[in-house]
């Protein structure tokens, strides 16, 4: 079992950026693809972002491309999603995921844990 932990979260305005960060406490994801997903109120789950267990491959939904960055730092066990440019419509419950199997994966089913999610909010 790996159990994720999202921080990084917050309140800002239209515009601004913020940075998530993922952690797995005692364990170690470097074999893991990973991934970010959100989720809006009364919305299905979607994909954010991905990458591969070395970094060298990254995925993006399209409504984020050229505005969200999705990296890994393996030696330290953490995946950052930065957030730039940010709308009203990327407020969501932000989730990260591990994926057994080093690809960049874009569905929820190839996710086999889940972090308990971190609030971003954008405010108009």
């Known amino acids: 079992q790996v159990q994720l932990v999202e921080s990084g979260g917050g309140l800002v305005q239209a515009g601004g950026s913020l940075r998530l960060s993922c952690v797995a406490p005692?364990?170690?994801?470097?074999?893991?693809?990973m991934g970010w997903f959100r989720q809006a109120p009364e919305k299905e789950r979607e994909f954010v972002a991905a990458?591969?267990?070395?970094?060298?491959?990254?995925e993006y939904a399209d409504s984020v491309k050229g505005r969200f960055t999705i990296s890994r730092d393996n030696a330290k066990d953490t995946v950052v999603l930065q957030m730039n440019s940010l709308k009203p419509e990327d407020t969501a419950v932000y989730y990260c995921a591990a994926a057994h199997g080093t690809w960049a994966f874009t569905t929820t089913r190839a996710y086999d844990y889940w972090g308990k999610g971190t609030q971003v909010t954008v405010s108009s």
């Open positions: 990458i591969t267990w070395l970094g060298g491959h990254t």
């Open positions: 005692g364990r170690t994801f470097s074999s893991y693809g």
